[in-house]
């Protein structure tokens, strides 16, 4: 089981972690470049004179984005285990797993980790104002926790009791808040900050659901090799 | 009858802790990647942990 858990996940997390690597570097990183020009003060966009939308964010830097591939495929290959813990689980309980429906245990995996953290703390580019990194880890870690029970709950649970319970575990961390920088001091212009999340957003939504497809079919094929 | 009973539970229960293993050692791998503020996991990670959503620093 531990074998065949670790190769399937191995290959999912590699393969799937590759393509959101790619796609960060392509979609991404020039949006994270161009606000580190804010960030450095290289550019300032306020109480001077007009700055141009178009810069020159540099080009390929084999080390920084090697590095930055690399720890991609890693994230995802974190996340594969759990993801294939998780589907063992459901399928020593007497749910069968595919890549079909892999698709959507890694729609609600993008859920868990992404868009409900992600609903209060928006994916931030470099250079905005934030809170202490500590509390804010400590409310990431509590939200994808609180949303993986409750997503674990609308999918298995069998009354409303366990979804009214999903509900409020999917709401508690929004309504109590998340913890909020106290002054607004960051220079990178709002059109770079929003572009910044929408696409990191939609990459980790692609990437999850490649998580989820890769998970199913591996785990499956794995299964077959040992049948 | 018993007898299935009980190899039944045993292997349900000899599941549960592969199961478990793995799922400890996949938050560890994203903790580590995504999280620890070490200088040079830090900036080694950085472009990722903006990029997946993560509080970077």
Redesign the interface.
Known sequence: ??TR??TS?LFAGAAAGLIA?LL?LYF??PV?LHAELYETGALVHFGGDAVSAHQDVGGIDPL?DG??IL??M??Y??????????M??AE?RGHVVTARNGIIWGIAGFVI??FA??FT??????GVA?AD??E??IW?FATVATAALAVWLIAFGRNWLAWGAAVVLLLAPHVIGAPEPDQFSGPVPTELGAL?AAR??G??AVAWVLTGLFAGHFWRREADREA | MTTQTAAFAVS?K???L??????V??????FV???V?ADLLHD??H??R????????
């Open positions: 089981m531990f858990i670790v996940a690597a960060q991404v990183q994270l920084r590095l930055s720890f991609t890693l994230v290959t974190g996340y594969a285990l759990i993801l294939i813990a998780a063992a689980f020593n980790v992404h953290p992600g703390l928006a994916p931030e580019v470099p934030a990194v500590y804010r880890q990431w910044f990191a957003f990459i980790g | 349900k000899s599941v549960l592969p199961i478990l293993a793995c799922a050692f996949g938050m560890a791998i994203v990647t995504g999280h503020q080694a990670a472009d990722v903006h990029a997946t959503g993560f509080p970077c620093h």
